[in-house]
């Protein structure tokens, strides 16, 4: 539990940051949504012009963009983007920050077995990044209810918005997972960002960039979620949510096996 507490700690300050950015990040778009409302048109026009793959990395969907919750979801696009890389840097950073530091026989010594520090430091990280949640979650709810029961505005299920909130939590925990494993492919990594920042765009860019069939969209955690479906349909897609899940314990697996097993990189 101590090891709980010193990392959830030690993750606060920028969890609170992310936060905040994400809030701030999605009031400043949300915020010019009756200006483009009131002259769809235009706005479509203009994307319209855009190439479909850029569209796609946008989250552009023509027919829906002009509508609130289809207007969300090429916010939630840059949104989702942002929680990634947080989740992606706390993944390759929370177990090779000690052989960066070079701490290892510091902690790997004290009476814990290695599973419960690897098990207290992955629980760190995922209490943050729902906390992180928990207040975006909280700020865009309270944007988008209020635009929703804006005078003259379309009536919108609540639920859809709820929905596509949560397909955050999934890209993240994939993120996360995809960073923790990368991770373990160094013995020691100086820098976290650089990394955590090129498997984001890299990962991105790679699900924007590619034929949207069916195959294809497995290959990047940022498309297993379609936020036009959810918007039209106002379902999940449980075989998306199924791989995601997948991807997410391969990562703790993973480094349990090779944490465990690792000799200790001492300076």
Excluded at 21 to 50: P, V
Aim: with cysteine; net charge neutral; charged share 10%.
């Amino acid at each position: 539990m101590n090891i709980v507490l010193h990392e959830a700690r030690t993750l606060a300050k920028s969890a609170w940051i992310w936060a905040v950015a994400l809030c701030a990040l999605a009031a400043l778009y949300l915020s010019l949504f009756s200006a483009i409302a009131r002259d769809a048109e235009t706005f479509m026009a203009i994307f319209a012009a855009y190439p479909a793959a850029i569209q796609h990395a946008l989250g552009v969907t023509l027919d829906s963009v002009a509508s609130l919750p289809g207007f969300y979801t090429m916010v939630l696009t840059f949104v989702t983007l942002c929680t990634a890389i947080q989740a992606t840097n706390a993944g390759v950073g929370i177990l090779s920050k000690e052989a960066r530091d070079g701490t290892s026989d510091f902690l790997y010594t004290k009476p814990v077995s290695r599973f419960a520090i690897v098990t207290s430091k992955l629980v760190a990280v995922v209490l943050v990044l729902l906390a992180t949640d928990v207040v975006y979650y909280l700020v865009s709810s309270f944007l988008l209810i209020g635009l929703a029961n804006a005078p003259g505005a379309t009536k919108v299920d609540p639920t859809v918005f709820a929905l596509l909130d949560l397909t955050i939590l999934g890209v993240q925990f994939m993120m996360f997972s995809v960073g923790l494993a990368f991770s373990l492919l160094f013995r020691r990594l100086r820098n976290v960002l650089p990394v955590s920042l090129g498997l984001t765009f890299g990962l991105y860019l790679v699900g924007a960039l590619m034929p949207t069939d069916d195959a294809a969209r497995w290959v990047s955690p940022f498309q297993y979620f379609d936020l036009h479906d959810i918007v039209v349909n106002t379902r999940f897609d449980l075989g998306a949510w199924g791989a995601a899940g997948l991807v997410f314990v391969g990562g703790l697996v993973a480094a349990y096996i090779v944490t465990l097993r690792r000799d200790l990189h001492v300076r």
